[in-house]
Structure formats: structure tokens, C-alpha cells
């Protein structure tokens, strides 16, 4: 039950989302439609363009066509600046905009009824259909909400075969399992939940849940993991944990705390808009005290709500949202896909790189490093042997082999009487000759003799090791490895050249690792961890949050540690879980895209810093003139003239934002 709550919400958050979409669209295109007769009526662009139009009930109509604008197309800004002062404590883009737009609206109104004074409802009007588009592209250009834990929930199997005392087998929802039942596990099928075996031996896949790249043997008395595959062999498992004490479950709720504390990052348009905040409030109220002394109250309000209105550019509202658009489109051509436009943002000031090993580092299948004959056994002799028999299993060590066959153009050879040896290896009958293809322990369980000096170096290598037997006698030894990724080493080359460090963190063996580390030249390895001591390693990597780190993964396994990470980084080809969780995805797998990736989010930042200029400094500059600091030589900033400067800064971030340019993130894989 817990479980399907928890699908309900997750599905619930990602379609809210696209809602939210939905409904910015709808009150731009409303509150636009509202706002032309706003525009026609207002006395400032009447001035500006020099006509007249004035009838009996006009100021009423223009009012209440204001107050449609306010209430119905500004209440998300209103909401937002809402939770931005009371639940995130901070002001930021919402509160800056509710700032304008709620001193215009009041300002306007008491105009209106009750005050001598021009009203500001054209700037209402267009600093709210500003917003509200900047708000929308922005929004668009997003993936949207992660689903992540709906995909965790999502691999777990629903239904068990439940056998009762008697020994009858029964499928029964997994909601109804309670710890000590004993359920069956046919071959093939997925673990429902953790537990214990008690009858049988099989081979289980847990590679996206461990990261250990070698399917494991078990047997009577050892633990299975729920959402591991099973092999060949038919379990009978007792269940040991259930609901929240599961593995996948403890992995459901490190990745959502970790996205929890994750969500209140400010992106970089939220920290320039809460100093402009502070500014406008600190410049309104020295306005408002200065000429309430020296003028009078009328033109003290006057002069502060101008102060207010300026101090929040619409182009702002317009600058970075037109960045985020462009250098997603860009992104997304170059086959990377941002999710987390707020983390995204700081992956041009990464310290650290931690990489996952089985798929991101490597490709996460087996290749054949080293065949080894015995003395007048031939090398394509031998393969052609190992091929033809392993053809007939699925196992990910078969798979290298036959890989290998094919790439060589090796004819298979009749295989009959195949079968497959549970964690020792397979047999077959090919020209009425036994063959059999062992693990190193049934090599030692059989007493057959083998070179033990070379496959200890190939062991310590981290390779996986069979052999060859042709009726009961040695024909030779494969040795396989998962292979490394060909774009891997330019990209530790990369990062090390820019100062950055490097770092393995693997649920795989200690061998395997540091062999991979020490080839590609890494930083730091950490082998055999568990998803918790992932996520805790990226913790302590954070040095208290004075290093920024990058993660790297493609697992299941990776989940909480790309949730924990400052930036997450998805392989393309990983688990949908790996995916949904990370703030960016690398569609190509290609682990150069990191380096892409950070290049990308410094041309953005570039950008955002220069449409920053265009959009806020003049702003900034017209605060002391909007204030009449200058008025007496006769220099003030009236609405008339903070408009048009206000389109003029609207137009240039536009066409600023447009010359964001591929070969600004591209370039490294050129060089590389």
C-alpha cells in the first residue's frame, strides 16, 4: 500500500507540473488579450503617440480591466513571492515582481479614487505579460518534475507465488507478503522482495541495484536482494524484509531526501533578483522618508513607486529565460538533456567528477581481453570451441564471448546435450566430444590441474576467467574484462588538465576497480559500496559544501548518490531510475559530454551575466534619477521614459540571448 501511495504522488508531482505549463500559457494569452484595451486607454501612450481617447467611465474601466490583469495574471507571482518569504525565507525573482507589480496596482488605484497623480497601469499590464512569458519559455525548456521514485517503485514485481505449508503454489499480491512467508522464484523472473534461499542455486543479476558487473552465484542460505533477476535456477526464498525496511525502499527514501534538500538551491536569476529586492525596498524607503520632508505625501508616493516599478526591469523577467531556452535547444542537439536548470547552472564551478564504473566509465558488457591456449591448441581453435557452446546462454559472460566469435567471423560448430552447471559454467557435446566451459572453482572443485601462476595475474588484473575442456582435458583460458569505454580516457585527461579531480565510486570488486583506476589514470577509487555509502561518499566529497561534485552514473545503485550530488549526471543507456533521478542526461553515453556540459553552463552564464548588464544596469543607474536626486537640474525618470528604455533593454537581451553559439560547447570534443 505504501509503495502504490507513493506512485500516486510521484505520478501526481510530474503531471502538476505540466499543468503549471499549461496554465502560465493560458493567463499570458488572457492577461494579453486584456491588456490591449489597457494599453489604448493609458494616458501614457496616449502622450507617447499623441492621441486622445477619454470617455465618461473610462478611469473605472481602465481600473477594473487592471484589476482582471492583477489578480487573475499575476496570482503566481503573488503565490510564488508567498512561499519565497514565509517557507524559503529568502526573496527572489517572485518577490521582486510582486514588489512592482503590487506598489503599481495600489499606487494606481488610489490614482484612481482618491489622489492627484498619473497611474502606472501600463506598466502593470506589460511587466506582468512580460513575467508571465519569461516564466512560460523558461518552464518549456525544462524536462519537468523527476519521477525517479515512481521508476524505483515501478521495479518491483506486483504479484508472488506465494507456497503455503501444505506445499501448494499460489500467486498473491506482493502487498499481502509478510516477513517468513515462502514464496518461489522461477528462472528469469525478478526477486519480490528480500529474503533468505532455501531451496535451490541459481545465478542473480543485481548489477543495477550493486553495481557489481558479474551476475552472482547463490545458494541455500544467502540473501537475495528484491529487484535482482534471477538466472536459470528455481528459488524458494524466504521473505525477510517488507514495505520501508526493503533495499529498494531505503533507495526510494535517501534519493528523496536528497532531492529534498536539493530543491531550495537558488539558481543564479533568483540571487540577482533578491539583491534587487533588497535595493528597491532600501531605495522605496529613502524615497518615500526623503520627500514626504521636503515635498508632500502625494509626490513622496509618487516618486517611491516609481523607484519600486524601476528597480524590477521587465527585460530581467525576459533575460535569462530566453538564455535557458537557446542553451537547451543547444544542449539538446548536442545530445544532452537538462533537467535541473538550477544545477545546471553550477556546473561550471565543478571541483570533483565522481563516475559510476559498470556502464558510464565502461560499456557494461564483457569483451574477450586475452585468449590463451595450451601448447598445441590453436587461438581461433579454442574460441571457436568456447563460442559455439556459449551461444546457447544468455549469461553477460557468454554474451563477450560470442561478441567475440562473431567479430572474427567464426562458423559455430553443432552443439548438442547443452546444460547449463548452476555457478560453475556450462557443458555440451559438439562432434560426440564432451565440452565444458568452467568457472575456477569447479576447475578446483574437480582437481584439474592449471597454469595457477597466470591466472592469479589475470585475477589480479580484475578479469574474469574460464575455461576451455575438451573430455575432461584443458584446452585453454578466456579471460574477460568489462570493457572501458574508448572516450573515457580523453575525458580523465580532460578533467585533469582543468584541475579537476577524477573519482571512481563502484559497488563492484576491489580487483576490478583499482585495474580500471589505474588505467584510466584516475584521481581516487572506492570499490565495493553500497547505494547509502555512495550517497555518504559524495557528502564527504562535498568538503561542507565548499567543493562542488559532479556524479556521474547509470544505476540504480547511483540514484541517491546522483540525487545527493550538487550536479547529476545520467548515462543515456542506464536504468530509467538513473535517469529520472539526474539533473542532466547524456543521450550519447559518451562520457565527454561532461566535459560538454560544464562548457555549456560557462557560455550560459556568460550570457546570463551580459543580459544581466542589459537588463538591471540601467535599472540600477535610473534608481537614484527615478528617485529625483537630479531634480532640480531637471533630470527625472517619468514612466513615459522608463517604458521605452525598459523595450529597448527587452529587445537587445533578445538578441543577445540568440548568440549563444554551438561551438561554445562543443569544442571539446573536437579536441578530444
Not at 568 to 580: K, L, N, P, S
Request: glycine share 8%.
Amino acid at each position: 500500500m505504501h509503495e502504490h501511495q507513493e506512485q500516486k504522488e510521484q505520478h501526481s508531482h510530474h503531471d502538476h507540473h505540466a499543468h503549471m505549463i499549461e496554465n502560465f500559457k493560458k493567463k499570458l494569452w488572457i492577461s494579453l488579450l486584456v491588456s490591449i484595451p489597457i494599453l489604448i486607454l493609458s494616458p501614457m501612450l496616449q502622450n507617447l503617440l499623441d492621441y486622445n481617447l477619454s470617455f465618461p467611465g473610462s478611469k473605472i474601466l481602465l481600473f477594473l480591466l487592471a484589476s482582471f490583469v492583477f489578480f487573475y495574471g499575476g496570482q503566481p507571482f503573488l503565490s510564488g513571492a508567498k512561499t519565497e518569504l514565509f517557507k524559503d525565507r529568502t526573496p527572489g525573482m517572485m518577490t521582486l515582481i510582486s514588489l512592482a507589480i503590487v506598489a503599481s496596482y495600489v499606487y494606481s488605484s488610489l490614482t484612481t479614487f482618491f489622489i492627484e497623480g498619473s497611474d502606472f497601469y501600463f506598466e502593470l499590464a506589460t511587466l506582468i505579460i512580460v513575467m508571465l512569458l519569461g516564466h512560460w519559455i523558461e518552464m518549456r525548456s525544462q524536462m519537468g518534475a523527476s519521477k525517479a521514485l515512481e521508476e524505483l517503485i515501478e521495479l518491483m514485481p506486483n504479484e508472488a507465488h506465494k507456497i503455503d505449508p501444505e506445499g501448494n503454489v499460489t500467486d498473491i499480491s506482493v502487498e499481502e507478503l509478510h516477513p517468513d512467508d515462502h514464496i518461489l522464484v522461477k528462472s528469469g523472473e525478478k526477486i519480490p522482495l528480500d529474503g533468505e534461499i532455501l531451496e535451490g542455486e541459481s545465478t542473480l543479476d543485481e548489477s543495477m541495484l550493486t553495481g557489481e558487473s558479474v551476475p552472482i552465484d547463490k545458494k541455500v542460505g544467502d540473501n537475495v536482494i528484491g529487484g535482482s533477476i534471477n538466472g536459470n535456477g528455481v528459488l524458494t526464498v524466504q521473505v525477510k524484509k517488507i514495505g520501508s525496511d526493503t533495499y529498494l525502499s531505503q533507495v526510494v527514501e535517501l534519493v528523496k531526501n536528497a532531492q529534498a534538500t536539493k530543491s531550495r538551491a537558488q539558481g543564479f536569476a533568483d540571487l540577482v533578483a533578491k539583491w534587487l529586492f533588497y535595493i528597491a525596498v532600501a531605495s522605496g524607503i529613502a524615497t518615500l522618508s526623503y520627500w514626504i520632508v521636503v515635498a508632500d505625501f502625494e509626490f513622496a508616493l509618487q516618486r517611491m513607486v516609481t523607484v519600486l516599478i524601476i528597480a524590477c526591469p521587465h527585460a530581467l523577467g525576459l533575460a535569462m529565460p530566453l538564455v535557458s531556452a537557446v542553451s537547451t535547444s543547444i544542449a539538446a542537439k548536442e545530445g544532452l538533456l537538462i533537467r535541473n536548470r538550477t544545477q545546471f547552472e553550477s556546473a561550471r564551478k565543478i571541483d570533483k567528477v565522481v563516475f559510476d564504473k559498470t556502464g558510464t566509465l565502461t560499456e557494461g558488457q564483457f569483451g574477450v581481453d586475452d585468449i590463451l591456449p595450451v601448447k598445441g591448441i590453436k587461438e581461433e581453435d579454442l574460441l571457436q570451441i568456447a563460442y559455439s557452446v556459449e551461444s546457447q546462454s544468455d549469461h553477460p559472460i557468454a554474451k563477450g564471448i560470442v561478441r567475440e566469435g562473431e567479430k572474427r567471423g567464426l562458423s559455430k560448430l553443432a552443439v548438442t546435450d547443452f546444460e547449463n552447471l548452476t555457478g560453475r559454467g556450462l557443458k555440451a557435446t559438439i562432434e560426440k566430444e564432451a565440452i565444458s566451459i568452467l568457472s575456477p572453482g569447479a576447475m578446483k572443485e574437480r582437481e584439474i590441474s592449471f597454469d595457477t601462476n597466470h591466472f592469479s595475474k589475470l585475477a589480479e588484473e580484475g578479469k574474469t576467467v574460464v575455461f576451455v575442456l575438451k573430455e575432461n582435458t584443458l584446452q585453454g583460458m578466456l579471460a574477460l574484462s568489462d570493457i572501458i569505454r574508448s572516450s573515457a580516457y580523453e575525458t580523465i585527461q580532460k578533467l585533469s588538465e582543468r584541475g579537476i579531480e577524477s573519482i571512481m565510486i563502484t559497488g563492484d570488486n576491489e580487483k576490478v576497480a583499482q585495474n580500471v583506476g589505474k588505467e584510466l589514470g584516475l584521481t581516487q577509487v572506492v570499490a565495493e559500496v553500497l547505494p547509502d555509502e555512495k550517497s555518504k561518499h559524495i557528502q564527504r566529497l562535498k568538503e561542507n559544501g565548499t567543493k562542488k561534485v559532479a556524479m556521474v552514473g547509470d544505476g540504480i545503485n547511483d540514484a541517491p548518490a546522483l540525487a545527493e550530488a550538487d550536479i547529476g549526471i545520467a548515462i543515456g543507456a542506464g536504468t530509467d531510475v538513473a535517469i529520472e533521478t539526474a539533473d542532466i542526461v547524456l543521450v550519447d553515453s559518451d562520457p565527454r559530454d561532461v566535459l560538454n556540459v560544464m562548457n555549456l553552463s560557462k557560455a550560459t552564464h556568460r550570457k546570463n551575466v551580459q543580459n544581466l548588464v542589459w537588463a538591471a544596469g540601467y535599472n540600477i543607474i535610473a534608481i537614484p534619477l527615478a528617485a529625483g536626486v537630479l531634480i532640480n537640474q531637471g533630470i527625472v525618470i517619468t514612466p513615459a521614459i522608463g517604458a521605452a528604455v525598459m523595450s529597448l533593454s527587452t529587445i537587445i537581451v533578445a538578441i543577445n540571448a540568440r548568440l549563444l553559439k554551438v561551438d561554445d560547447v562543443t569544442q571539446n570534443k573536437q579536441d578530444a
